[in-house]
């Protein structure tokens, strides 16, 4: 295992053509406007799918607030680090917690910098982050700059809503119906629960 850590976890060019945050919102903005979204798979639902995601990170993006313990924390990053997120345009997690991943970044003064690819474009380094087996998205790897060796990672999504997830999936909701409970805990949380497990993710890079 300590063999597989001192490995780099991405190349650098891969992280050259990986997409910063305005470019990956530039790209499911064209993508919708011909009628698609991200990834191989295309259909209607999939799009609408990602027309309300681009409202909801719209939504953030003028309205997350960093918890003064998140700015402290990012004030006191003594090295620099990537952040490698892997994402798609239709994955409802993904645009309630990439805004926050990003704003999280923004205020770092440059100690860490995001650098997002697609899942579905990048089968290898999704598979060895699966979760329960799944190609569960967001995923958060965190890097440092220098070695781009691995320091931790989080995601798909904060504890409580994973298991909300898990709990509605075993009494057999359907899509629908679990996507609309877990977006109603994502709309009542306001991303402090998120901002939290961010927080406990700065701190562990503080020590």
């Known amino acids: 295992m300590s ?11 891969l992280l050259a053509s990986a997409y910063s945050y305005a470019a ?20 209607e639902e999939l799009t609408d799918y990602t027309k309300l995601n ?6 953030l993006d003028k309205t997350v607030q960093l918890l003064p313990a998140v700015q402290a ?19 409802g997690d993904a645009s309630q917690i990439v805004p926050v991943l990003e704003a999280i ?11 997002y690819v697609l899942r579905d474009e990048h089968p290898d380094l999704m ?7 799944a190609r569960s998205i967001p995923k958060l790897l965190v890097l440092r700059a220098d070695t781009l060796t691995e320091v931790t990672h989080w995601g798909p999504r904060p504890a409580p809503a994973q298991k909300l997830l898990l709990d509605l999936k075993a009494r057999g909701a359907t899509h629908e119906e679990y996507a609309e409970q877990v977006h109603g805990w ?7 629960t998120t901002q939290g497990e961010l927080l406990a993710l700065l701190q562990q890079l503080l020590h």
């Open 24 to 43: 990956y919102r530039q790209l499911i903005d064209e993508l919708l406007a011909e009628g698609k979204t991200t990834g191989p798979q295309q259909s």
């Open 127 to 133: 598979d060895r982050y699966l979760t329960n087996g």
């Open 73 to 91: 924390a990012l004030q006191n990053l003594t090295q620099r680090y990537v952040w490698l997120i892997i994402t798609e345009g239709w994955c």
């Open 105 to 115: 970044a923004q205020a770092s003064g440059g100690r860490i910098t995001t650098h």
């Open 3 to 13: 063999d597989l850590l001192s490995l780099p976890v991405a190349t650098p060019q």
């Open 186 to 192: 994502y709309a009542h949380d306001k991303t402090q």
């Open 54 to 59: 681009v409202q909801r990170m719209r939504r």
